[in-house]
């Protein structure tokens, strides 16, 4: 059966997005085009890896040939959820990044994973013999927009830990600064639980200790006026 390829040459959107609550989310690339949706899944890294590559790959074709580059910024035209429901057609094994002089536009190519290797020359080929595939023609412009707003997708998952960095999971969090205590993702403000060590705060080290001292003064009072 020949392979099927999904081609977008003047998609209306293409955009990474997620399903399900952070901690637990899954990450998708929807290309729309009028009445017609492509969703495919695939994982956080390879997300991350794709808009990394489509930075270089634009700075490249400018230092090359002089193609004019939007420039960066942190505004991002779409923030609008995936279209719904998400039907992923499959989940990507391989990614393929292009540049198509003619067109002047960054081709992306998500293939299908697959059982054991194949001929990686089909990447951005249309051969009938591969996996499934959805290739999309970004304009630089559409491409830019699309790794900032991956790049936003990304970060917007779990709240990373205040002490070792890692991202906090909905029932609580093993911290490796902490020996494995168990902390709730809503951290108490109070020095109680805090290590000095951890941030070698001098301040910090100090009202930890004048703490130990008022706790071991008790209800010893003094008569007369306080000083």
Known sequence: MPRAIHVFRSPDRFVAG????????????????????????????????????????????????GTPLPPESDHIEDLSPLIMPVDAEFRVGTMGLGWDAESEAVVVELLAITEGEFDESVVLDDTDEGPDAVRVFLSTAAAREFAARSTRVIS????????????????????????????????????????????????????????????????????????
């Open 18 to 65: 997620t399903v399900g609550a952070p901690g637990d989310r899954t990450f998708y690339l929807q290309a729309t085009h009028e009445a017609r949706v492509v969703s495919v899944m695939l994982e956080k890294q390879q997300v991350q890896i794709l808009a990394d590559r489509i930075g270089a790959l634009l700075e490249e074709i400018n230092r090359r040939f």
């Open 156 to 227: 917007a998952g779990r709240e990373p830990c205040p002490l070792c960095g890692l991202p906090l999971d909905p029932s609580g969090h093993m911290c490796v600064r902490t020996n494995g205590y168990k902390r709730e993702i809503t951290f108490d403000k109070s020095l109680d639980f805090v290590d000095p060590d951890v941030f070698d705060d001098p301040d910090l080290r100090a009202a930890l200790e004048d703490d130990d001292d008022d706790d071991g003064q008790g209800d010893d009072t003094t008569d007369g006026p306080s000083r």
